[in-house]
Structures are given as C-alpha cells and as structure tokens.
C-alpha cells in the first residue's frame, strides 16, 4: 500500500464530483457538493446513535444497503436537524433532484447535511445548486468538494492509497470534516469515502464498520455526540478486479488495511482540527484485558476536560490522566500502571505502578509543546491495545462555542 | 423547617470546629480543618466511584459504619490521592494524632483531603497542624472550618436549618467545597453535614444516600469524577428527641425533608462557584418514564460543553439542548419534547415537539444573561422529575487549569 500525496476522492476511478457556492453560507464559501459514480457502487455507512437524528441520517439508513448508490450530496452551513417532517421531506426533495440532473432513481442517492441544527433548509438556493452542480462534476472536483463540506474547520481533510488486489491496481480516497461536536458513538462526523475496488457488499460493510470502530468513534473535541454524524463508503469495482468475496483472502486483508489506514488518517486530522485546538493527542492504551477496556481507558483520557486544559497549558498533570482512566468504568488496577508521555523524538516515563515518579518538569513541558503529544498507558493486565485522538481545550474553543455575535 | 441565616455547621448543638493555617498552602489561605463531636456520633457517607480512590477515601470507608466517630479533619491543598502505601499511611497518621489529641480512637475519627494530586502530604506541617487545632475547637469556627477546606473555590458554601422532630428543635447544618473536578458518581466533591437529631444507623444511611444521589450526584462542573468525593453526616444525637426508627414516622420525613435541603443548597452552590463560572444553570427535566430516564437527560444536558458555552455566551442555542438530550441514552422520543428557558421572573418557550419555535431571540439573550438560568424540558411520556445543576464554560475554566504558572 502506497499514500498518494496530494490524490483526493476523484483519483479513484469512476469518481467525479465538485463543491459549489449554493446560497447558504454567510461567509460565501463553497457550501454544496457532489459526489458521482460513473459505474454502480456498492454502499456501506455508519450513522450517529443520537436519538435526534437530523433528517438526512433517517433517510440514508432507509437507502443505504440499497443495490446501486451513485450519487452522494451533501450541504454545508445548515444540518437540516430538528426540524421535523418539513426537514425529512426536503432531504427527500434533495435526492430527487439528484436523481432527476443524474437520471438515476431517488433511492439510488445519499445525502448529508452539516451546519446549524434547527434551521429550515433554504431550498430556493440549494435546489438550483444542485443543478449546477450536476452540470460540471469532474474528475478534478474532489479538492473543492472536500472544501465545500466544512463548517468551522481550518482545513480540508483528504486522504488516498493506492494497493494490489487481484493483480489490478486498487485505490481508497476519503475526505471528512470535524470540528465541534464531535465524539462520534458508533459512526462519525462525515466522511466520505471512495474506492473502485470489487467486493461483495458483505465484505464491505464488514471492513467499514469494523474500521469505523477503531477510528472515528475513537475520536472526541468535546464530547458532544452530534445529530448528522455519518460515514459512507461507495466501493464501484471500477478497478475490475475479481470479486472479494471471502475475509480469508489475501486481497480482503489487504483491503481492510488500506481502508483502516484512509479512515484512522481522516479521523486524526479531525481530532487535530478540533475547535480551537492548538495540539493533536493520541491517547494509546496497552496491555489491557479487554479491547473494550483499552477503548473505554483511551476515550476517558481524550474527553477530560481537565487533562485538555493542562496540554493546552504544557503541564505534565498526570493525576488528571489517572484520574480519568480511574473514572472510566474499565477493569483495570490503578496499582500497576505506568504511564509516559511521547512526542516524535522523545519519551518521558512520569506514573509508574500508579504513583508519580520524579520526572524533569522542564523537559516534559518542552515535549508537550509539540504538535503532536502521545500519553501512552501500559495497564499490564492483557494482550489489547487501543488509541483514541483528540486535541487540547483552548480559549479559542470557548470563543468559537460561546461568542457566537463575535 | 427554617433556614437560620448566617449559621454554620457548628450552630448545632454538641459541634466544635476551627480551621487553622498549618503551612501546606502557598497561598496561605487556611488549609487544615478540624470537627468534633462532643457527644458520641453515628456517621453515615458516600464515597467517589473512581477506581483512583485517594488515600482518605480508602481509610473512611473502614471506618464510616463504626458505632462511634466523633471527628473529621480535612486537609487542604494536597489531594493525598496516587500516592501510594505511603499515602494511606500518612492518612492514618492523620487519624491517629487526632484521637490522641481528642482522646478518641483512632477508629473514631474521619479524613478528607483536596488539593493538588500525587504528591506526599506535608506530615511536618500537618501534624503540629492537628496539634494545634485540637487546642481551639470552639462553637464558633464553623465559619474558619468552611474556609479551610477550600482550594479554587471562590466562596464559602454553608447552610444550615431549623426543625422540630419528636418535639424537639433539631438542626442540620453543612458545608462543602467545589470547584473542579466535579462530576460526581455516587459520591461528591466534599461535603460534611452536622445534625443533632437522634436516628437509627439504617434510617440516617438511608435518608443520606438517597438525598446524595438526587443533589450532589446530580452536579457536574466538568465532567471529570475526582479522586477524592466524600460526603459525610454526623449526627450526635444532642438535641434529645428520642431515636427516629420507623421511616413512616413524621419525624423521619421531616428529617428527610431537611437532609434535602441542605444537601441540594450545597450542590447548588458548588455549581455556582465552578471554576470560572459566570452563572448557575439549572435543569429540570418533567415527565420522564422513570426516574432514571429523568436523571440521564438532566445529567446529559448540564454537562454538555457546547451548551455551555453557549450559555456563557447567552446563546439561546437549542439545537445544542435537543442535541445532549438525543445522546444521553435514555428512553425518550425527541418527536414530543417541550423546552423552555427561565429565569427567576420569566419563562420563553424554545423548543415544540422536537422543533425549535419562533421566539423573541433578544429576550432570550436577556434571559441568559441572569445569575441563574433554568432549562426545563418536558418530555411528555411519564410520572418522573429530576434536576441537575452546573455551570457555563468560560475562558476562566480554561486559564485556571491550563495556565498553572500564571
């Protein structure tokens, strides 16, 4: 598996789509995009488990395991959520129009929103935009299309690979946006993904949701499980290989690889992305005696509010780490565990057996003065492991959430 | 039931206390505080639910259904929690220079600590601390006490009332302490509560753990459980009424009535004074399935980052409400929900089965900007209520926990 610098969802085969200005956004950024499959595509998404559910997540899981997904729009700057049967029906109104500029049939398109929740969707605008925007998809579009997906993001989030299957070429690509309400529970912010490989739709939704699993929901900004959450993948066998059809195979190993890869990069450019975020964390547990032990202990360290203020401010607290994995609800034994603190050059050991040792202050503020800060913790009870991402709790964090005149 | 004004923990009868500057804090605030009980007494507490228990929280919970305490001394400044055997053992240490000093048993006297975590107590200064607050309890240092076992706190939290059991005048009174790490489970930050009243062990557990779990429990500045909740409640017996035993008796529900109180005063008043908080918010969910139900979404609401931030920035955002409610797992239908926002003299409806409504968008930024906002949701399924209270997120949380050397 090779990564392709600078590749996007339009560098898989048989991808087009574009990011337009439909109307919506105040600030005039792209805010509408398409995403088309020249050939049929297979389908495979995982939604938010929140119970108000915005009204293109209640649609989707209606289309989602249909036969053919060729279409994918999703809108910017309004999440279309909360907002009752009026909403339900113009996501319904945005498919068929889709439907009709593509000549497919309204089942055979997704849709997305992302924005502020509560807001009537302004169909005078996205309507037309849709049109437009059907009229110029290219096989250049994926860069403007990751573009016109963002809400508060700084910028845009994109990944592809490139690998063997069956001896033909294969590629993934995805883009996805953050930044705010995110702590995805069994699905994700969006996230959109392509490939042109041939695989069973079985196999598909196995390796995606299962991949999904150890990355976007791993993720947390701030603990807040949004109402539009989704992740989809549309696999079009455009890469003519023979059909994966058995997760013994070679080719289903290497696939699940690749697509591990593609959503874990997308998942820590959101936590880096976060609202506000000045830092990324990654928070690797070892050692425990369950997989849903090491998830709980990492997700509990990357949501503290505490430990987030204190890598905002450089301050190797490591009783906020051990406060939150005590809090976490895993079987663990808060007596034996170490835990260090890594950036890309430097690792520095600052609990061992569940006390705090004497450790250079200094040396462990200058390493948590870096872009990127590992806490890693050995439970030493079991053979899982699991890491979770997420970034710091800054004064711009509260600004972005709390200053919303300004 | 009256609420005496001005009055503290020992303005009940048969109650000494002080609290002492024994040289822990560099701040030199008062740090070290001392309460006993001039009649024997029966105990009753709750405990943090964090696996990371401190050292006094271990020892206390040996010791919390003895027939006899007649003491709690409280440190401030230095959490004693992750610190090992060696912890425990000053904690008992603790315990032992107060029973010589009081003539007690060792058995006979409670612990608590707040303050930085993992690092060792200063026993130097603890002791002659101990020492020296022995010589001084007095029926006026209350007020001292409640002074000294505070840390970002930026007031005293204290209550105390007035009521007849058995035909004679009983009080209770209670003082606690906030201001971070608040999210308690099953437990609080610290808490210590004096009554006179004569009651059963069963009877005073009773009535104390389930006020806990519908005052102190429903709390969250944060987010994030500490190391060290404790809630305590001694009661000597001293105001001679004969022993409360039967939980039918009128006795009993006024004691009940009281232990309610005073316990929802002091969570109130630490959601107050939470670390950097602008404002109290308090929300009231009616009408859920079950009392669980009730608790979930109250809970889910009050600790929901982006609302409060929202709140701070007297944001109306009810997306943001809807939202907390939708992913706090419990058994509602987001379809029916009502949601109104009030402040002491008015009340603007925000939210109509589940959709956002038309609403004076000024008045409401008006009514947020008061020093207590409620939030009531009524989800229209059942018989059940609860309330929980907390906080905005401010720039000032932020800077207090992520500026240590500032």
Known sequence: MKILEGKTITDVKGFLANGIYSGVKRSKKLDLCMIYSEYKAKASGTFTQNKAKAAPVTLNQQNIDNENIQAIVVNSGNANACTGENGY????????????????????????????????????????????????????????????????????KEIAVEFTVGGKVARIAGMAKGSGM?????????????TDVNISKNLLDKAFKESVASTYNMVSVDGDTSTNDMSIILANGACENEEIISEE?????????????????????????????????????????TLEDARKCAKSVVSSNLFKCALFGND??????????????????????????????????????GVGINFDEDAAEKLLDSKTVSVVVNLKQGAYEA????????????????????
Request: net charge negative; proline share 2%.
């Open 316 to 353: 190797a607290n490591w009783g906020r780490i051990v406060c939150a994995l005590g809090y976490s609800d895993a079987n663990i034994d808060m007596d034996i565990i170490d835990v260090f603190l890594r950036n890309e050059s430097e690792s520095i050991q600052i609990v061992k057996k």
């Open 89 to 156: 029906n113009d996501a319904v109104k945005m498919t068929e129009k889709v439907a009709e500029c593509l000549n497919l049939k309204k089942e055979e398109v997704l849709v997305a929103s992302t924005g502020i929740i509560g807001v009537p969707l302004e169909m005078d605008k996205i309507l037309p935009g849709i049109e437009e925007s059907s009229k110029i998809l290219s096989a250049d579009g994926g860069e403007n299309a990751a573009k016109a997906i963002l809400t508060t993001d700084t910028f845009s």
């Open 387 to 406: 890491t979770a991402w997420g970034c710091d709790l800054s004064f711009e964090y509260v600004r972005i959430n709390g200053c919303y005149r300004t």
């Open 249 to 289: 195979s070679a080719d289903y190993i290497e696939f699940k690889k690749a697509i591990e890869f593609v959503n874990e990069t997308l998942a820590k450019l959101i936590a880096k992305d976060g609202e506000g975020a000045t830092k990324l964390l990654e928070v690797k547990i070892k050692e425990a005696l």
């Open 182 to 194: 995110i702590h995805p529970n069994m699905a994700t912010m969006l996230a959109f993904i392509t």
